[in-house]
C-alpha cells in the first residue's frame, strides 16, 4: 500500500519561501505524477501543482510565479516550493498521487496525512 | 477556470436512507467528473473518477452519473461511516477545480 507523508516547517513568516517534502513510501515514485494541493476555509481545495517522475511539472497559472516543485527519485521524494507567501497561503497542504488511470488525468488516489502551514509573523 | 458548484451544501439524513448529492459544472466538462469524501482531520479519499467508475475498495452502495454539466453521487443506502463532507472535482482542463463541498450530518 503507498503510503505518502508531508513534512516541513508549520509556520513561516510573510514574503519568505513556503518549504515542504513528501515522502512516498510502499511503492515506487516512477511512472506516476506527484501532486501538491491546498485546502482552506476560504478557498477550499485547490490543485497547486504536479511532478512527473521524469521531473516534468505542471502548476496551477494562479500560482505558477511562486511556486516550484521538484523530483527526488533517488530518495522517493518530491517537494514544494512557494515564494513570497502572505497570509492568503495558510493552508493544510496535502501531497497526492494521481491513479495514473488510462487516458484519464488528475483523480488522486494517494494522500498524505496533511500539514498544517500557517504565515504569520 | 471551470467553477463547480455543489448543492445542498449541508444535508440531514439517517442511516439507511438514500442520498443524492449534485454538482454542476460551468461548462461541458463530458464525463471527467470525479467525488471525494473527507472526514474530519483526514485527507480526502477517491470515490469515483470518470463519473461513474468506483475505484478498487469502494463500496458498491456509492454510484455515480452524468455528463456534461450535471453530475450526481448517490450512496443507495446510508451507513454510519458516510456521515462526511464530499466533495466533486473535474478533471477535464487545467487547473482542475474542486465544489465547495457538501456536509452530511445526522
Known amino acids: 500500500q503507498v503510503q505518502l507523508q508531508e513534512s516541513g516547517p508549520g509556520l513561516v513568516k510573510p514574503s519568505e519561501t513556503l518549504s515542504l517534502t513528501c515522502t512516498v513510501s510502499?511503492?515506487?515514485?516512477?511512472?506516476?505524477?506527484w501532486n501538491w494541493l491546498r485546502q482552506s476555509p476560504g478557498k477550499g481545495l485547490e490543485w497547486i501543482g504536479y511532478?512527473?517522475?521524469?521531473?516534468?511539472?505542471n502548476y496551477n497559472p494562479s500560482l505558477k510565479s511562486r511556486v516550484t516543485i521538484s523530483v527526488d527519485t533517488s530518495e522517493n521524494q518530491f517537494s514544494l516550493r512557494l515564494t513570497s507567501v502572505t497570509t492568503a497561503d495558510t493552508a493544510v497542504y496535502f501531497c497526492?498521487?494521481?491513479?495514473?488511470?488510462?487516458?484519464?488525468?488528475?483523480?488522486?488516489?494517494?494522500w498524505g496525512q496533511g500539514t498544517v502551514v500557517t504565515v504569520s509573523s | 477556470d471551470f467553477q463547480m458548484t455543489q448543492s445542498p451544501s449541508s444535508l440531514s439524513a439517517s442511516v439507511g436512507d438514500r442520498v443524492t448529492i449534485t454538482c454542476r459544472a460551468s461548462?461541458?466538462?463530458?464525463?471527467?467528473l470525479n467525488w471525494y469524501q473527507q472526514k474530519p482531520g483526514k485527507a480526502p479519499k477517491l470515490l469515483i473518477y470518470?463519473?461513474?467508475s468506483l475505484p478498487s475498495g469502494v463500496p458498491s452502495r456509492f454510484s455515480g452519473s452524468g455528463s456534461g454539466t450535471l453530475f450526481t453521487l448517490t450512496i443507495s443506502s446510508l451507513q454510519l461511516e458516510d456521515f462526511a463532507t464530499y466533495f466533486c472535482?473535474?478533471?477535464?482542463?487545467?487547473?482542475?477545480?474542486f465544489g465547495g463541498g457538501t456536509k452530511m450530518e445526522i
Open positions: 497526492a498521487r494521481d491513479a495514473g488511470y488510462s487516458d484519464y488525468d488528475y483523480a488522486f488516489d494517494f
Open positions: 510502499g511503492g515506487s515514485i516512477s511512472f506516476y505524477s
Open positions: 511532478t512527473y517522475y521524469t521531473g516534468n511539472t
Open positions: 461548462r461541458n466538462i463530458d464525463t471527467y
Open positions: 470518470a463519473a461513474s
Open positions: 472535482q473535474q478533471s477535464y482542463s487545467v487547473p482542475p477545480t
